[in-house]
């Protein structure tokens, strides 16, 4: 059974950072794309940013380039969030997620495995 375990989350002031990680479990998606998505109360669940283990192609959203970064760990089977720069519109529960391929895509409907989610507040 795959899992996803999300962790890193908390309280930050605006202009801060944080980093989030997940942890795969079950099997190895060294060859398969890994995302992140967030989702505020009320709103829907957005693309973040996502990587493809094996070719290192990423994806991310124009609401968070050049502030944050995926990166991963294959021998650990992790994948990190570095979040830097860090704005109140950036407070939702994050998420990681992968599919059965190695094609990110933005769409939340085509990745088959989730973390439970980690709370990132950004506030002063």
């Not at 059974?1 to 944080?18: D, F």
């Not at 990587?51 to 994948?79: E, H, L, M, P, Q």
């Not at 997620?97 to 950004?122: I, M």
Request: charged residues 15%.
């Amino acid at each position: 059974q795959v899992q996803l375990v999300e962790s890193g989350g908390g309280w930050v002031q605006p202009g801060g950072s944080l980093t989030l990680a997940c942890v795969a479990s079950g099997r190895t998606f060294s060859r398969n794309a890994m995302a992140w998505f967030r989702q505020a109360p009320g709103e829907e669940r957005r693309f973040v940013i996502g990587n493809n283990w094996s070719n290192g192609a990423t994806n991310y959203a124009d609401s968070v380039a050049g502030r944050f970064t995926i990166s991963t760990d294959i021998a650990k089977n992790t994948v990190f969030l570095q979040m830097n720069g860090l704005k109140p519109e950036d407070t939702a529960v994050y998420y990681c997620a992968a599919r059965n391929s190695f094609l990110v895509l933005t769409d939340a409907s085509q990745y088959e495995h989730w973390g439970q989610g980690t709370q990132v507040t950004v506030s002063s």
